[in-house]
């Protein structure tokens, strides 16, 4: 199923005494990129959840937020990072400082509460679990959080899959088109050549072998069908990319560029008005396709 590398899930419950919060969310990447926020305490959840995500999710820059609160206080510790606490300190005397540099009157002091209401200052946890049983409850919460997640990301990536076959059958119609009209503008084009030939000579024979040389030149010269037939076949890979069960933006991605490739050369050999704008028109096609599968996973 096509999946959009946009989403965001969270859950909370109350798990073995903890009190957890899980938040996922993600935006498009080249590739699977993972970063972190979790209580100083529970540090040892990082690797723990970056290997969790990266098992369900091959792209997309993915920031996952966690919070930790003991809900049974019998048998808690507090712990203070000493050097966080410090820190705060610091930074909180020179923004004083700064105030009281632009106006004398204040005269506001640093409490001890201040500082510990700081993030990550106190940390409150349930000494008598380790670091297994914590990770347990947290994966716990984490798997329903990543559904709802997933199913976000599926979501999207459906109406991603719509637009882009939708706009896949737009340039197979623009494609019929330029097969019907090509050879009618290699016929317009040696009838032009032969009233200009005929002009030119002034009612002497004109030479009927070099014209067909020369009609089998230009339509050499004007020819797409190598074109338009790739372009079908680029077209059916779309198609069943679109309906593959595994990531395929990159190949996607790829596959696109060769649709582009194709359309320019058409372009390239349009002598015809109507050809020219029908290229432009798959090319605005092209472009918008390009757009959406960059937040194909």
Not at 17 to 45: C, D, K, M, T, W
Not at 176 to 205: H, N, S, Y
Request: proline share 1%; with cysteine.
């Amino acid at each position: 199923m096509i999946r959009s590398m946009t989403g965001f899930g969270r859950h909370q419950a109350v798990v073995n005494g903890l009190e957890i919060q899980v938040e996922i969310r993600s935006v498009n990447h080249r590739y699977f990129e993972f970063s972190a926020r979790v209580p100083h305490a529970y540090g040892y959840l990082d690797g723990k959840l970056k290997s969790f995500l990266q098992s369900k999710v091959a792209r997309g820059k993915v920031d996952v937020s966690v919070w930790i609160t003991a809900t049974d206080t019998e048998g808690c510790e507090v712990t203070v990072n000493r050097s966080l606490a410090l820190a705060y300190y610091k930074a909180l005397s020179d923004v004083r400082d700064i105030i009281q540099d632009h106006d004398e009157s204040f005269r506001n002091d640093i409490s001890v509460l201040s500082v510990a209401k700081m993030p990550d200052v106190m940390t409150v946890h349930a000494a008598q679990l380790d670091e297994e049983t914590v990770w347990g409850s947290v994966r716990e919460v984490a798997e329903v959080a990543v559904e709802r997640f997933l199913a976000m990301r599926e979501d999207e990536g459906a109406r991603l899959r719509e637009d882009v076959l939708a706009r896949g059958q737009t340039i197979l119609e623009y494609v019929a088109f330029v097969e019907e009209r090509a050879p009618q503008t290699v016929k317009e084009r040696m009838e032009k050549i032969e009233t200009r030939m005929r002009e030119l000579l002034d009612g002497a024979a004109v030479d009927e072998s070099r014209l067909l040389t020369e009609a089998g030149l230009l339509a050499d010269r004007l020819a797409v069908d190598e074109e338009t037939v790739r372009l079908r076949s680029h077209i059916a890979q779309l198609e069943h990319m679109m309906n593959a069960d595994e990531a395929v933006g990159r190949k996607l991605d790829f596959l696109v560029q060769e649709i582009n490739r194709e359309t320019n050369t058409i372009a390239s050999k349009s002598q015809d008005v109507e050809l020219a704008r029908t290229a432009v028109n798959m090319k605005s096609e092209i472009e918008k396709i390009r757009e959406q599968i960059q937040n194909i996973e």
